[in-house]
C-alpha cells in the first residue's frame, strides 16, 4: 500500500526541514508525497535557493500567497490549499513548524477530517503575542500525530490534556545540519565566497515580528549587539531578513562599521559561517538550536525562548540574563535520526 502525503510548506525553515524528511521518504517506496509551497517566503535568496541546494523536488503547487496581515495570508491559504485537499485526497497532511502556513495547512486538513502531522509539536514560549505561539497553540490542537523534537515539549501537551498520538524524535534541524557539514566538507566554492570572513567574528540575525516592530525595539537589539562587538572586539556578520531590511532602510544611520551587512545565506552558507563564528546573537529558533550543533555559545534577543534545553544546558542565554548555566551536552535532540524515526512512527500509525 501507498501512503499518499501531503507537505505543505512556506517559509525559509520548513524548506529546510522538508528536505530532511522528503530525503528519507524518496528512500521509502511505500510513499508518495506532494509539495505544496504557499509562497509565504519568495525573494529567490529566501526561497529558491534552498530548493536548489537541498534538492527539493519541485512542488506540484505553489500558491504565491504573501504578505497582507496575519488573518488575510493565513485565509487566503487555507482556502487555496483546501481546494488543493479536496482535488488530491490525501491519506495525511505533514506540516512543519509555527508558521502561519502551517496554522493553515493544519486547519484546512482538519476541517475535511484528514490526519494532520505536526513536525515539531509541542513548543511553547508561553508568550500570545507571537504570532508564532498562536499558530503552534492551535496547529497541535488539531493534530493526530505530535511529533516533539524534546522531552520539555512532550510535557507542554501533557499540561494541555494532549497525550494521544505523541512522540519525542528529537529535532529534525539537527538530521539537516549533519548533513550539510557532510556536504561541506572540503567545499573550495564557499571557501572563497567567505575569504572575506573576519578569522573571529559574530554572527547575528534578527526576523521576528516583535524584534521589528518598532524602530525603539530594533535600535535596542542593535545597540546591544553593537556593545557586545565592542566588548569582544568582534566584527558582526549580519545576513539581513527582508523584513529587517525594510526596517534599517528607514532608519538608516542604523548600523556602525562593526556590521558587515550582507543578503540573506542560503543553507550551507549559514551552516559555514555558523562553523566558524565565535558567538550567535539571534531570535531564531533554528539559529539557537544549529549554534549548539556547532558548540558555539548563542545569546538569544528575546525575554523567553522555546528551546530550553539550550539555556539549560549552557549553550545559550537570553539577552535579559546574566551568565550561562554550567554547560553540558544536549541529548533531546537525539542523534541525527530524527526522520527515520519519524518514517517508522508514520508506517505504524497510518499505514
Ligand atoms: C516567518 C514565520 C516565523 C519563521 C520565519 C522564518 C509567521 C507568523 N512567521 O516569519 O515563524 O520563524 O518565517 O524566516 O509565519 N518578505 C520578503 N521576501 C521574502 C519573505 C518575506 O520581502 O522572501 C517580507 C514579507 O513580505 C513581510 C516580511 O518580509 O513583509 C515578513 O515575512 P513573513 O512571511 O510575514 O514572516 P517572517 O518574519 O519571515
Known amino acids: 500500500m501507498t501512503l499518499r502525503l501531503l507537505t505543505v510548506v512556506g517559509a525559509r525553515p520548513q524548506f529546510i526541514k522538508a528536505a530532511a524528511l522528503s530525503r528519507v521518504f524518496q528512500e521509502a517506496n511505500e510513499i508518495e508525497e506532494i509539495l505544496v509551497h504557499t509562497g509565504q517566503h519568495f525573494d529567490p535568496n529566501m526561497s529558491d535557493v534552498f530548493f536548489t541546494e537541498l534538492d527539493i523536488p519541485k512542488p506540484k503547487y505553489i500558491l504565491d500567497i504573501n504578505g497582507g496581515t496575519h488573518g488575510q495570508m493565513t485565509g487566503r491559504m487555507l482556502e487555496a490549499i483546501e481546494k488543493i485537499f479536496i482535488s488530491e485526497k490525501p491519506d495525511a497532511t505533514i506540516v512543519y513548524g509555527d508558521t502561519n502556513s502551517t496554522l493553515a495547512g493544519a486547519l484546512a486538513a482538519s476541517k475535511l477530517h484528514i490526519p494532520v502531522i505536526h513536525v515539531e509539536a509541542g513548543l511553547r514560549s508561553y508568550n500570545r503575542q507571537m504570532p508564532e505561539e498562536i499558530n503552534r497553540v492551535l496547529t497541535d490542537c488539531v493534530s493526530s500525530v505530535l511529533l516533539c523534537?524534546?522531552?520539555?515539549?512532550?510535557?507542554?501537551?501533557?499540561?494541555?490534556?494532549?497525550?494521544?498520538?505523541?512522540?519525542?524524535?528529537?529535532?529534525?534541524?539537527?538530521?539537516?545540519?549533519?548533513?550539510?557539514?557532510d556536504c561541506l566538507k572540503n567545499n573550495q566554492l564557499l571557501n572563497k565566497k567567505f575569504s572575506f570572513l573576519p578569522e573571529k567574528f559574530i554572527f547575528m540575525t534578527i526576523h521576528r515580528a516583535e524584534s521589528t516592530q518598532s524602530e525603539e525595539t530594533l535600535k535596542?537589539?542593535?545597540?546591544?549587539?553593537?556593545?557586545?562587538?565592542?566588548?569582544?572586539?568582534?566584527?558582526?556578520?549580519?545576513?539581513?531578513?527582508?523584513?529587517?531590511?525594510?526596517?534599517?532602510?528607514?532608519?538608516?544611520?542604523?548600523?556602525?562599521?562593526?556590521f558587515i551587512v550582507t543578503e540573506p545565506f542560503s543553507y550551507f552558507e549559514t551552516q559555514y559561517c555558523l562553523s566558524k563564528a565565535s558567538f550567535v546573537l539571534t531570535d531564531s529558533g533554528g539559529l539557537q538550536k544549529e549554534a549548539y550543533f556547532h558548540r558555539v555559545p548563542c545569546i538569544t534577543l528575546r525575554t523567553e525562548t522555546e528551546w530550553v534545553e539550550t539555556v539549560e544546558h549552557g549553550w545559550n542565554k537570553l539577552w535579559i540574563n546574566d551568565s550561562y548555566c554550567p554547560r553540558k551536552n544536549i541529548s533531546d535532540y537525539g542523534d541525527g535520526n530524527c526522520a527515520e524515526k519519524i518514517l517508522n512512527i508514520l508506517r505504524n500509525v497510518l499505514l
Not at 510535557?155 to 497525550?163: A, F, H, P, R, V
Not at 512522540?167 to 534541524?173: E, Q, R, S
Not at 556593545?227 to 568582534?234: A, K, Q, W
Request: charged share 25%; glycine share 6%.
Open 220 to 258: 535596542k537589539i542593535i545597540t546591544f549587539s553593537e556593545n557586545f562587538s565592542i566588548e569582544h572586539n568582534l566584527e558582526i556578520i549580519f545576513p539581513v531578513h527582508p523584513r529587517t531590511k525594510k526596517l534599517i532602510d528607514k532608519y538608516s544611520g542604523f548600523l556602525s562599521e562593526k
Open 149 to 181: 523534537p524534546t522531552r520539555t515539549s512532550v510535557e507542554n501537551l501533557k499540561k494541555e490534556g494532549i497525550t494521544q498520538g505523541v512522540y519525542h524524535v528529537g529535532d529534525i534541524m539537527y538530521d539537516a545540519t549533519l548533513y550539510a557539514i
